[in-house]
């Protein structure tokens, strides 16, 4: 058997109230779902609002990033102690961080450590841009993002890597089923690498890049995509719900480890 997990990555949309509408239409329309770990990654300014809508409910609610640091002068930012009073989970590494606002892996990893002593679950983000990937470092790239992220963490734990080729974010270019495979099966090796074999047999590994209700289907015939990290189609409720109805029919398909 094997859950699902499908996370919605808002990005920086939504105020409170629209935040408020799209929860209540997602929240109605999923109420029947056993199998699928949804997970809503609002702005910091909606956190609260989708708690405090989606608790007692099947959805889970994770933040969009975190700073590395418990409190202090950072103006602007965030703890993980401050999330941890709204959310389970924090998504790092999202490559528009990467590559908007300069983060290292060096900075995700302090990123991960922070996360990681607060108790919250992690999605990392990893994945190779184009020019990487028509260079032939796809490999490398994801090696190189993992080995330095994850360089203080004793024990893979409570971490879900998404891969993320950035040339499908955004672009409603999804990865072929094929890339996502050779992606995901990188990452397993390096996990393997670092953590050993239960460590790689238990990890949960999501693909993101222009999901959408047509393609998550063909994502999750393979075994060894456990999920999406959905940005622009979890903004539309029809769609997310969409892809959420798809992905629980998955639930009893043989997993990577049967
Ligand atoms: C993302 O931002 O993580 C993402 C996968 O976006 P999109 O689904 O819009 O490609």
Not at 7 to 33: D, F, H, P, Y
Not at 106 to 128: D, Y
Not at 217 to 235: F, N, Y
């Amino acid at each position: 058997m094997r859950d699902i997990i499908i996370a919605g990555n808002w990005k920086m949309n939504n105020n409170t109230q629209e935040a408020e509408i799209l929860v209540e239409e997602i929240r109605q329309n999923v109420r029947s779902i056993n199998h699928v770990e949804m997970i809503l990654c609002p702005p910091f300014t909606s956190l609260s609002k989708v708690a405090e809508l989606t608790k007692e409910t099947n959805i889970k609610v994770g933040a969009q990033n975190i700073f590395y640091e418990d409190n202090g002068a950072f103006t602007g930012e965030i703890s993980a102690r401050m999330i941890k009073e709204l959310c389970d989970y924090v998504i790092i590494g999202h490559s528009e961080r990467r590559l908007l606002l300069g983060e290292t892996n060096q900075v995700i990893g302090k990123k991960v450590v922070a996360a990681i002593k607060e108790g919250l679950h992690i999605i990392l983000c990893v994945g190779e841009t184009l020019e990487q990937r028509e260079r032939g470092e796809t490999q490398l790239v994801i090696n190189t993002q993992l080995a330095e992220s994850l360089s203080k963490v004793q024990e893979f734990e409570n971490i879900t890597i998404a891969y993320e080729p950035v040339w499908a974010i955004g672009t409603g270019v999804s990865a072929s089923v094929e890339d996502c495979k050779k992606g995901i099966r990188t990452i397993r090796s390096i996990i393997e690498k670092m953590y050993g074999t239960l460590s790689m047999q238990s990890s949960k590994i999501l693909y993101g890049g222009s999901v959408n209700p047509k393609n998550i289907e063909s994502l999750l015939s393979e075994a060894e995509i456990d999920g999406g990290l959905i940005g622009g189609a979890s903004l539309d409720p029809e769609n997310f719900v969409s892809i959420i109805n798809k992905s629980e029919l998955f639930y009893s398909k043989t997993s990577i480890n049967d």
